[in-house]
């Protein structure tokens, strides 16, 4: 029970950064390769004399592919991701408060790298009008992220982070920029 916040907070968190990668068929601009129907290979195994770089997760996948849809299993494992890490991070903090341990979470979760993919996904996006599907405009977003630093205030992190998304926006928007 101690773990569930955090868990549904990753869940929240994936559900937002993937969003229409959702939809039914593979993802395919992320960094994760999927086919419809993989099998059971001796390259699954790394057993061909090439470097078994992804002999773990390929078994994994081939094996999940085999009770569910491929893309399934993918999209099951973008959000996994995300559950994963907020709650591993949550589960750091030596706090029984529940609002350190989230802002933990999600902090480690929701970094420059999220915050680039949704930028670039949103950018991409075309916003159409409910009933009608007129186009209504782009979504853009500028983000200013910082890193904790040993020692270091929660207004300081808050105000170098403030000033990041202030950068972003003075060099013209629809950007990321991270705090020094």
Known sequence: MRHLAAVLTGLGLGLAAIGPGLAPGFV?????????????????FGLTGVMPRHVPSDAFVTA????????????????????MACSAAASLVPSERLLPRL???VCYAWNPFVAE????????????????EEP???ITISAGVAAYRAGEHCNALIERADAALYTSKAQ???????AE
């Open 103 to 105: 802002a933990a979470g």
């Open 28 to 44: 395919l601009s992320y960094d994760m390769v999927f086919v419809p129907d993989p099998s059971f290979s001796r390259m699954t």
């Open 117 to 132: 993919r949704l930028r670039c996904a949103f950018a991409q996006s075309r916003i159409r009008r409910y009933n009608s």
């Open 172 to 178: 013209g928007r629809n950007r990321v920029t991270v």
């Open 64 to 83: 999940l592919s085999t009770v569910m849809p491929a893309d399934l299993v993918q999209k099951l494992i973008l959000l996994a991701i995300f559950v």
């Open 136 to 138: 209504v405009g782009n």
